[in-house]
Nanobody, 126 residues
Framework: QVQLVESGGRLVQAGASLRLSCSTSGRPFEKYAMGWFRQTPGKEREFVAAITWSTGITYYQDSVRGRFTISRDSSEDTVHLQMDSLKPEDTAAYYC???????????????????WGQGTQVTVSS
């Protein structure tokens, strides 16, 4: 069984920085890409960023480009999301997701990802 575990979420003030981490455990699996999504109550899950595992190509939602940075550590099987210049509108539960293959779906589509973590809450106060 594959498990994704997010960490690093907490309450911060606007303008602060946070680093989220997502570690994988359980049955080893080949990752094609890893992504971060976020969700607020009553809204659909929203794409934040993604990174291809072998080449490190990154993708970002327009609202976070230039403020957030996704990276991966292959040796520790971990993906990070560095979030700078946080805004109150970044408040959400952040989810890590793993994509096993180039399945034809674009990176922003949650359907492209086979495994999901439980989420970590990020709250940005104004």
């Amino acid at each position: 069984q594959v498990q994704l575990v997010e960490s690093g979420g907490r309450l911060v003030q606007a303008g602060a920085s946070l680093r989220l981490s997502c570690s994988t455990s359980g049955r080893p699996f080949e990752k094609y890409a890893m992504g971060w999504f976020r969700q607020t109550p009553g809204k659909e899950r929203e794409f934040v960023a993604a990174i291809t595992w072998s080449t490190g190509i990154t993708y970002y939602q327009d609202s976070v480009r230039g403020r957030f940075t996704i990276s991966r550590d292959s040796s520790e099987d971990t993906v990070h999301l560095q979030m700078d210049s946080l805004k109150p509108e970044d408040t959400a539960a952040y989810y890590c997701a793993a994509r096993l293959s180039p399945n034809g779906y674009w990176y922003h589509n949650p359907i492209a990802y086979e495994y999901w973590g439980q989420g970590t809450q990020v709250t940005v106060s104004s």
